[in-house]
């Protein structure tokens, strides 16, 4: 019998078939037909092909945009938002808009031509952790950001374009995204009623029922959500509550480095080097004027939510907010549990 | 300079590109690489091959299951719920379930191998119409069920599978979908300020500014909406408040089919047939208990939305709920209205 789910902190509902099931090992990457790489402007000594650094990690001696570095941080080639101008909110009649003022960073995580994370070094992830922190903290300096949401696209069918170089990226919003908003309401409703946090609860459910457990190492869990949207969809949550990505200490850092390369590393391994995305869960920037509740230190929880591209989704799947996942999150569990790496 | 939109309904916030957008004719059909296709279980002489019928338009001397029919309607071959059963509400610790009980029919909306419903006639078209608005309401009288969602994939890349004969399917679900439930409460919200539809405000405002205006006839507009999310999105709307679909009288259907091959026809001239989904948005059922507000009859407006699969969604997009649409809306609804068929 199939069975229908709601996911606990937003409430949307899913469908988690199991008759019309596939077994784990029937998903695999879908690369195929990918179009042949560009050449890469990522890589040490390609320095001049992309716009200035705004930030890197590199010896003292060694000039900007030249080699020797370890990461960089560099502004988009053709950003979605431009950085410099004013918000200018206004109506159109029924509508709102503003000036799509915001910043669009890349994040190059390493200086040689590796494309999965999953293959970086633990201490080199540690240093993309920390240079998403730097960012943040930055960008936060700025009045006119609400939000820094940081995420990755990996493989082409994820939206990585022809260039394979690991990377990350990070927009800056004067606004909050939807579904940020929808995760502090839905936080903020069950701590008012039960006054403990909904992630903590639904760590401490995962640690005891060991069903959709993938990893408990290092102060994190990774497991796959009740209420997976995606085969093989894994969320990565510090037991430590935090509402804000930027208070991880470096223990935290480093235990969030080990789990991540755990965790892509089997979805490597297990799947066939699948296409991915994944995006930090993290609070908005608190201002005296944001409206944001107080309690948001209380109610919310950062994590990262990751998501293999291993189906197509149907476009009714973006009308309906009403999603089909055809393998139920305990067999993908299983399956990255007993994955080796 | 890009701007930042807002959803007038459900107050999602979109980028929409400027700078680095394409031209609208830049945008065409990907469906290059989709996999060959299968025997069609759907043409005329192959009803052995599909579940018996549910629902059929055919001559009283034929009998059900045989060939003669203009129009059928069977269960899936692999429903995504199952119709016999309860629906088991329950909890697991913090987490809700309850049965996958529900309805998946496959609406076959002609007997000929056609692929794309741009190409069926007016008149099948109000069949097809006819057959969503018997099956919505044949399905209303199970108590069991709050919502039925018709929707069209198709196109591989759209999630039609590898049969190209034309079809539309209908999932009658024990839930509201999320994304109806922002609709409701998004336009109540506009409705408790204004004591206006929120609906006709938008076609009202549309046809006077004529920005993103591709039609106006027969009772309904086509255009694309001001906070899109894909290019080329395409919404249409019936001038005449309601917030039902099965509402709909004759000429409403006749006007409807015409504005449907009409815009349908305009995406596969312009774009070079590209893959696309539609949804049908209309108001829950409601029953005594559904807890739905007596204003829905003055706040909702049923419509249709139409996304053409142009462009790969980065991952970000479901995660964050933040879509960037490369494609302004007044460019796309220029070259859809210029677009000849």
Redesign the interface.
């Known amino acids: 019998?199939?069975?229908?789910?709601?996911d606990?902190i937003?409430?949307?509902?899913v469908?988690?078939?199991?008759e019309?099931a596939k077994r784990p090992d029937q998903f695999s990457g879908t690369e195929q037909?990918a179009p042949p790489e560009k050449p890469c402007p990522f890589c040490e000594g390609n320095e001049s092909h992309t716009p200035p650094e705004i930030y890197a990690l590199r010896p003292r001696h060694t000039a900007p945009n030249t080699p020797g570095w370890e990461l960089r941080v560099v502004p988009s080639i053709?950003?979605?938002?431009?950085i410099e101008?004013e918000l200018g909110r206004r109506g159109k009649?029924?509508?709102?808009?503003?000036?799509?003022?915001g910043a669009h960073e890349i994040i190059i995580e390493t200086n040689k031509h590796i494309g999965n994370m999953a293959d970086l070094e633990e201490e080199q992830i540690v240093k993309v952790i920390d240079s998403y922190i730097d960012r943040m903290v930055d960008l936060e300096k700025d009045e006119r950001f609400k939000y820094v949401?940081v995420?990755k696209?990996y493989g082409?069918?994820?939206?990585a374009g022809r260039v394979k170089h690991c990377r990350s990226?990070l927009?800056a919003?004067?606004?909050n995204?939807?579904?940020?908003k929808?995760e502090l309401a839905g936080a903020k409703t069950y701590y008012d009623y039960h006054e403990r946090c909904?992630f903590c609860?639904?760590i401490r459910?995962e640690l005891d029922?060991k069903e959709r457990l993938i990893l408990d190492i290092d102060g994190f869990i990774a497991v796959t959500p009740?209420?997976a949207?995606f085969p093989f969809e894994v969320w990565i949550l510090p037991k430590r509550h935090s509402c804000n990505f930027t208070s991880l200490d470096t223990p935290g850092k480093l235990g969030l480095a080990t789990t991540m390369k755990k965790v892509l590393s089997k979805l490597k391994k297990g799947l066939g080097d699948p296409p991915?995305?994944?995006?930090i869960?993290t609070a908005p920037f608190r201002r005296p004027k944001s409206g944001y509740w107080k309690s948001i230190d209380y109610d919310y929880h950062w994590h990262i939510?990751i998501?293999p591209?291993l189906t197509?989704?149907?476009?009714?799947e973006?009308?309906?907010?009403?999603y089909?996942c055809p393998l139920p999150p305990e067999d993908a569990a299983k399956f990255l549990r007993e994955a080796e790496v």
Do not use: C
Not at 10 to 13: E, F
Not at 94 to 101: A, E, K, Q
Not at 276 to 279: E, F, G, L, P
Not at 312 to 316: K, M
């Open positions: 019998m199939p069975e229908l789910r709601k606990p937003i409430g949307r509902w469908i988690i078939a199991t019309r037909n053709a950003p979605f938002l431009r101008g009649g029924l509508y709102d808009l503003m000036n799509g003022i949401m995420f696209n082409w069918i994820a939206g990226q927009i919003t004067p606004v995204p939807k579904r940020v929808e909904v609860d639904l459910q029922s009740f209420a949207r991915y995305n994944y995006v869960h939510e998501m591209r197509r989704v149907a476009g009714f973006w009308g309906t907010g009403f089909i």
